[in-house]
């Protein structure tokens, strides 16, 4: 054997130990993270639910609805999910019922350690007057067969039975779901397929206005307008109303404007994120752009509560904080995760909060009415005054995040590993106190 041939097996076999080595370090790091917030998790949540799925989701959304249970101190939720198989495993769009207890204050006696639940089925409620057993529970309602993994899926807001999933193909599809059985039947049969995408696509936004409405966005680097409502009995083709082509890279996310039903967001590894206003007749330029990251722009949201301000999320480790009116810079970037931040979503209910989900294994809720806040000495190594609540429950990468749009606080995380969270930070750690700052001053 050449001496050359040698070496370069002996150097191959080096780095194979020491990556080895780098990722049994990195997971007895993430173990003593875990065990650190196993220890002091009944202190830090009001609420907290842990299920194992068979397969993981990329993506996770809340139902707008929810069914009050009689005689029970419990609603039933609803969530939106997929899978992401492996080999020749079938997929599905997931509908789960969640049942969750009324708001109530917990006690730190009902923590379970070994479910790693707060109120789980079998334990008492703190504000369960009737001396009944509080049942929080999860449970696959619904499959409807898909084609390969499911890369993003949303309801339509003016009709949740409407559901519009990205593909790995670059199709995306849309199910009506009344007309599919809570079974699998092997048959994939969307109502409707939106063609044109030349690639596999993670961005998907319903238009909040015009009912039937979508954006989509791609690998192919480009953003897509649709209507469904062209929708024929003779075809279920569905194809574009607009092709966008103002980004130079792959297009992570894309968002309507809450207001302005003719802005759309829209976010790219170019770097940049970009406004179009549909208006314009052109379709190879935006109306507005901006450079404000050092890589990818993975995720775009509008403040719901406010015309002018949105959070981009990237690679770089960092959320930005922009003014419509002035894009020339950002107004803040919150810096607190250690890789990319990959999902962003406003609070239904508080105006000046904002999650991010990063890569790290975290779920952040900042508090931008907290920004400059004077913060004591010891607090300073937690983070900037603005970051109000670490989730770091998860021992793999978060693929998704969603609010419960009915109970403040309640959110629902997904990890890579099939793990899948649902709980609510303690009001204990994020209600209002004598020194809270008015919401309003977002805007300020």
């Not at 990468?397 to 969270?421: G, K, M």
Request: aromatic share 8%; hydrophobic share 35%; glycine share 6%.
């Amino acid at each position: 054997m050449a001496l050359g041939q040698v070496e370069m097996e002996e150097d191959v076999a080096m780095s194979n130990t020491e990556q080895d080595d780098e990722e049994n370090t990195e997971n007895k790091v993430i173990n003593e993270e875990y065990k650190i917030w196993k220890k002091n998790a009944p202190f830090l949540y009001d609420m907290l639910l842990g299920n194992a799925l068979e397969w993981p989701t990329l993506t996770t959304q809340w139902f707008p609805d929810k069914q009050s249970k009689p005689d029970h101190d419990v609603s039933i939720h609803r969530l939106l999910l997929g899978t992401h198989t492996s080999s020749e495993a079938p997929n599905y769009l997931q509908i789960a019922n969640v049942h969750l207890p009324n708001p109530a204050t917990p006690e730190v006696r009902n923590y379970d350690e070994d479910r790693e639940e707060i109120g789980g089925y079998g334990s008492a409620s703190g504000g369960n007057t009737r001396g009944q057993l509080v049942e929080i529970k999860f449970n696959i309602t619904q499959k409807i067969d898909h084609p390969g993994e499911v890369n993003k899926a949303r309801y339509m807001p003016q009709n949740p039975d409407l559901i519009a999933t990205m593909c790995i193909d670059g199709r995306g599809l849309i199910f009506d779901r009344t007309k599919h059985s809570n079974n699998p039947s092997g048959v994939i049969n969307p109502q409707m397929e939106l063609n044109g995408h030349e690639k596999e696509g993670f961005g998907l936004c319903w238009s909040q206005h015009n009912e039937g409405h979508l954006a989509t966005g791609s690998e192919d680097c480009t953003v897509r307008l649709w209507d469904i409502s062209q929708f024929s009995k003779q075809s279920k083709e569905i194809i574009p109303l607009s092709t966008y082509t103002h980004h130079s890279a792959i297009v992570n996310d894309v968002q309507y404007h809450p207001t302005y039903s003719y802005v759309i967001g829209t976010v790219s590894d170019d770097l940049t994120l970009q406004i179009l206003d549909t208006r314009a007749s052109g379709t190879t330029q935006s109306r507005s752009q901006a450079t404000g990251h050092v890589d990818a722009v993975n995720a775009i949201s509008f403040n719901p509560a406010s015309e002018v301000i949105f959070a981009t999320a990237s690679a770089d480790h960092t959320v930005g904080i922009w003014d419509l009116r002035h894009l020339k810079a950002k107004v803040h970037s919150l810096d607190a995760h250690h890789e990319a931040v990959t999902s962003l979503a406003w609070h239904p209910f508080e105006k000046a909060v904002l999650g991010s989900a990063s890569y790290d294994r975290r779920v952040l809720f900042w508090d931008l009415s907290k920004i400059g806040s004077e913060q004591p000495t010891e607090d300073q190594e937690d983070g900037p005054p603005e970051l109000i609540f670490m989730h770091g429950g998860h021992t793999n990468r978060i693929s998704d995040f969603s609010w419960n749009l009915n109970d403040p606080w309640v959110v629902c995380s997904a990890a890579e590993d099939n793990l899948i969270q649902i709980w609510k930070v303690a009001n204990a750690i994020v209600g209002k106190d004598s020194d809270f700052v008015p919401s309003e001053e977002v805007d300020q």
